[in-house]
């Protein structure tokens, strides 16, 4: 007879089975046996029982520098929130803050000086002590002559008040030279300070009064700014209103502000300068700018019997710009009259975290469709801002100047100290090490973990984690005023730790101490009167005149307060060259637009665009809190660094599946990374994450999985927003 079940057969089952397990003691046991082996593991901190008190301070792991209110068992956090009305982040903290008390824990946290060894994919450290990294640094640094080679500082996390001291120490060095990272916003302003006819000064951005945002592969949606003005903005995201801001993403990622974003325009790589060039020649030859203030302005936009701006620009037709970028001639046309229609509007540049820099030309482009847009103007959407004041004896002529790393001639370092202790954004070593004296140079690099260009240094000297020492937030490029906040210690540093700015003191033979800095800091800020205070404890904002002294300031700012100036009246540009003032300018922006795309170079069958990409705080040798791992390995809300995304088409082409295995090769090296399909990915491309980086640790060996930056020819080094790579099955 056969056996007939019907649907309510079925659901008296189900019904039976799940009513059996919830009176079954086993899961329950199970349940209760991982709990308490999850909490109790050796690797958990163990917090007192004690007294409950509430302490603020102010986040350091981004630029963004949100308010931070932590909650303590006998002075210890133990849990981390937002500061509720900080004028940064509002009470919000995204995932990294909220771990960041887990940082004085991490696993791979030195204790002591090392010296690295690095050899067949290990790290071997050996402890050394200070005074012998001391040593060696005297005995470079005093080799650090033209003929032996320059002594440079790489700062990190450059803009804080420690980094005025790094510039005047190097200025007072005969070869003394002051490096930031490529992907520093500081080198941006450069840009067009360059195009300037006298120094245009720090900007900022009143995204407040925006209609209307063109973002260049910035993740204006995702950590850009600070949460406080990404709010608004999503919050309005594809409303009708009139006034809700607009975001359009030009990038060639479907990246996490591009699926938030009213209107995505995918391009090939490395044409942004292009796609400006096309748009900036919509709204010339269609007449949508103010022709008098553009022709008495600027000198190069018409020159004649030479190559000016106009005609550069009169070569990037529609037609032959969507050649190169790969957007249609409609959408180009489409977005230059919705610029100027739905306005004001503000084009921003400043590429992702992980992919690197766009390039100094493709900035160039940007910033001159800004000025076209009228965004410079004294009611536009980009402002000039006041830095914070300095203590005395720290001005801009007292300072060794701000280098990029491409300016410095290969081969000519001989000395180079890190300074990692607020690791930023990520870079290639191969940028760094073509500028090392080969065999001869020597590099120390103060970190707390042993993570990004640590790793690279024949010694490093530990620092406090984050949240066990003083430190300062600088403005963060998205704000329209200066701002200063301090990140006061919430946790007690352990028995070796060192600033930098105390090794630094002794490498300059010179007296330094953070506490002392920041506080002739604060001193000049109070001595202006200027600008307003908020107060965490009240979550309240008042005037800086109804503190009655320095010290009182201090004292708001060391408990997670927070100074932001009055703004000031922006005046109009005066001139500006919207190709720069090189004498060679004509012709390398030409190139910067003109230049072919990875995507349209000469490819072999196997050959793929390789697109780093990754979060701030979360990339390269940022240190985040060992749980993260959830977010990266398990819930997969992040993709890993050991995750390559591909199209289906490309996946298919290479005989590769959704979850399989796959090898990642180029001329520096190989790496084994996961295969996931996306249709979003741009066929031939391959995306992969730039952090954070899988390490473990045996005995003394570091165990370092290469990091896909670390794949980098020299020669593609900067920018490394795109490079070319093969991918097999493993």
Known sequence: MPLTLTRRDILKFVGGSIAGIMVTPIPWKLLDDVSIWTQNGPWIPKVPRGALTTSFSTCALCPAGCGVQARCVNGIPYFLSGTRNHPVNNGTLCPSGVAAHHLAYHPLRLKTPVQVTRGNGTIEVRP????????????????????????????Q??????????????????????????????LITQCLDEMAETPFGP?????????TILSFAAPVLDG????????????TRHSSEQNAVKVIQIDSRHSRSAQLADQWIP???????????GIAHVIIRDGLYDKRVIGRRIPDFNIPGKHSYSDLIGRFTPDHTSELTGVSSDVIVSTAHSLVARGPSVAIGDGDSGGGPLGKEAEIAIWGLNI??????????IVQRREAP???GFSSKELSPVMGISAIPDHSIGLLLIDGSDPGDPLPWSLLERKLIPRQSLVVACSPTLTGLAQHAQYVVPTPAHLEALTDIPTIVSSATATFSISAPLLKRPEGMTDAIEIMAKVFETEGSMEDLLKQRTSAIFATRRGCVFKAGTGTTVPITELGSPDEFWTELTAGGMWTDDPIRSKPFFQFHFMGRAPDAYQRMLDAGEAVSPLDGPLTPEMLTVLPYGRRAEVGGAQLSPLMTKLYQESGLHRSSKVAVLNPATAKKFDLVHGE??????????????????????????EIAAGPEPIGQAGNEIVQEQNILELIDPDQALPWRAFRATLRKA
């Open 128 to 155: 050394v002590s200070l005074d012998d990294v001391l040593r060696k640094i005297s005995v470079a640094s005093g080799n650090s002559t033209g003929a032996k080679g320059s002594l440079a500082l790489l700062d």
């Open 157 to 186: 996390r450059p803009g804080r008040t420690v980094s005025l001291f790094y510039r005047k120490q190097l200025a007072r060095h005969d070869h003394g030279i002051y490096l930031v990272s490529p992907t520093d916003p500081i």
């Open 203 to 211: 900007v900022g951005y009143h995204l407040e009064n925006v209609r």
């Open 224 to 235: 850009w700014g600070t949460p406080a003005q990404t709010s608004p903005m999503l919050r």
């Open 267 to 277: 391009l090939k790589p490395k044409t942004e300068a292009a796609l400006a060039f």
């Open 372 to 381: 076209l847009l009228g965004a410079l103007e004294s009611n536009g959407s």
């Open 390 to 392: 300095v203590p005395e």
């Open 661 to 686: 295995q796959g090898i990642l090769a180029t001329a520096c090296g190989t790496q084994k990374v996961g295969i996931r399909v996306d249709a979003a990915v741009m066929p031939g491309v391959i």
